[in-house]
């Protein structure tokens, strides 16, 4: 079955540094997505991504964030200046057409120092 | 703005018995899914169940089912013949049709299943 692989698996940052966490959605999925679960919280939506532009956002993701899609298989999720409490797992999700769930990656830990 | 409610942080249950994770949400939509999440200690997300809320059947996949009450707003997810490997964070998800498809999460509940 296909699969959402983000890389990678863990990032260990220092703080002010910036960051590239990494995903390959599934090939023929069209929606694209990063979350973000502080430790012990909830899953929390950051963006939303179709036809190469963001289609959402959440308060959550502010300047310090960007999304991109520089190929026709990759998509990442930039972090500047990373701040201690950007520390946490991000996951990125990929789905089909309305309706259809949406995969997700196993996720990359990111600890910052 | 939608919300999703889980009231329970944490449950257990006895293997081979069935428990019941309850889940509530609030919208004003009319056209909207449903999701139930599953994280073990690994941390992957992984869809158990999904209802789509024009459909007034529950949903159900194996031993997984969901008691939908759409007037109540309710979601509610059914185990039966609890394993071990049940064992894991629960997370009930909402996802509005035709906006993008964000999902919105509740607070999840940790289910320990005990031999």
């Known amino acids: 079955e296909p699969e959402v692989t983000q890389t990678p698996s863990h990032q260990v940052t220092q703080m002010g540094q910036e960051v590239i966490l990494r995903c390959v959605p599934i090939?023929?999925?069209?929606?694209f997505y990063w979350y973000r679960q502080i430790l012990g919280q909830k899953v929390e939506f950051l963006v939303s991504?179709?036809?190469?532009?963001?289609?959402?956002k959440s308060e959550i993701f502010d300047d310090q964030f960007s999304v991109e899609r520089p190929d026709g298989s990759n998509f990442t999720l930039k972090i500047r200046s990373t701040k201690l409490e950007d520390s946490a797992m991000y996951f990125c999700?990929?789905?089909?057409?309305?309706?259809?769930?949406?995969?997700f990656g196993d996720g990359t830990r990111l600890s910052i120092l | 703005a939608q919300t999703v409610t889980q009231s329970q942080p944490e449950m257990s249950v006895q293997e081979a018995e069935t428990v019941t994770l309850s889940c509530t949400y609030d919208?004003?939509?009319?056209?909207?899914?449903l999701f139930w999440y599953k994280q073990p200690p690994s941390r992957q997300m992984i869809l158990v169940i999904r209802?789509?809320?024009?459909?007034?059947q529950n949903a159900t996949e194996n031993r997984f089912s969901v008691n939908f009450q759409k007037a109540a707003k309710s979601f509610s997810l059914k185990i039966s013949d609890s394993q071990l490997g049940d064992t894991a964070m629960y997370f009930c998800?909402?996802?509005?049709?035709?906006?993008?498809?964000?999902?919105?999460f509740g607070q999840g509940t940790e289910l320990s299943v005990k031999p």
């Open positions: 919208t004003s939509e009319n056209n909207y899914y």
């Open positions: 998800a909402f996802m509005i049709y035709n906006q993008g498809g964000k999902l919105i």
């Open positions: 090939s023929n999925h069209l929606y």
């Open positions: 999700a990929s789905r089909g057409p309305s309706g259809q769930p949406q995969h």
């Open positions: 209802q789509e809320a024009y459909k007034q």
């Open positions: 991504f179709y036809n190469n532009e963001i289609s959402e």
